[in-house]
């Protein structure tokens, strides 16, 4: 999951935290202080290349 905030710089990703429930948690921190809009984007997982 990709969650950014809409008015500034801040941003969270499950690849920089362990699971969906530390980002959005760090999502909703972000808007209690700043009262900032954070939108979330679920990513797809990572393709696998399989070699012959």
Known sequence: ??????EC???ATT?????DAV???SAIKHFVE???TVESVRLPPPA???EN
């Open 15 to 19: 690849a920089a935290s362990e699971t």
């Open 1 to 6: 999951m990709y969650t950014y905030c809409l």
């Open 48 to 50: 696998v290349i399989l």
């Open 34 to 36: 700043t009262g900032h």
């Open 23 to 25: 980002a959005s948690e």
């Open 9 to 11: 710089e801040w941003q």
